[in-house]
């Protein structure tokens, strides 16, 4: 069982760092991944679910938005020099799930099961964790 990275209760968007050292994107990347995969949980089936989700039921254009979403975790992935062999799997699989949100149903059903942007956030943080040891945060 994998636990989910967190970051400190009550961190508002106001409290997110700016800067670009590699701990304050790792706090941003978090909480983008929180929003877009972890807002609050479906009763009777306990998956969490976030804004990726909720702009999938929205026909074209939330699908859009969903992957300009991740598309930005791509790009601070790029920031923080990963690979560009990393960077194209991760565009792709945030590429895979726009083209799957684009068909009914299937769509919806990829975002609950799927969740691209919450394995591009484990690769992102694995990349951290070895090239920028200072930035492993130890959760409870």
């Not at 877009?36 to 479906?42: D, N, P, Q, Y």
Request: glycine fraction near 10%; avoid cysteine; proline fraction near 6%.
């Amino acid at each position: 069982m994998t636990t989910r990275p967190t970051i400190m209760p009550g961190l508002a968007a106001a409290n997110l760092p700016l800067g670009r050292d590699p701990a304050s994107v790792r706090r941003r990347l978090v909480a983008m991944e929180q929003l877009l995969e972890g807002l609050f949980v479906i009763p009777g089936i306990n998956r969490r679910v976030g804004l990726d989700f909720l702009l999938g039921l929205v026909p074209v254009a939330g699908d859009a938005v969903a992957a300009a979403l991740g598309g930005w975790l791509v790009w601070e992935a790029r920031n923080l020099g990963m690979s560009k062999a990393s960077l194209l799997r991760m565009t792709g699989r945030v590429g895979f799930d726009a083209l799957l949100g684009l068909v009914p149903f299937v769509g919806d059903a990829a975002d609950l099961y799927y969740r691209s942007n919450t394995r591009n956030l484990k690769r992102v943080l694995r990349h951290l964790d070895k090239h920028y040891p200072a930035t492993v945060t130890v959760e409870r």
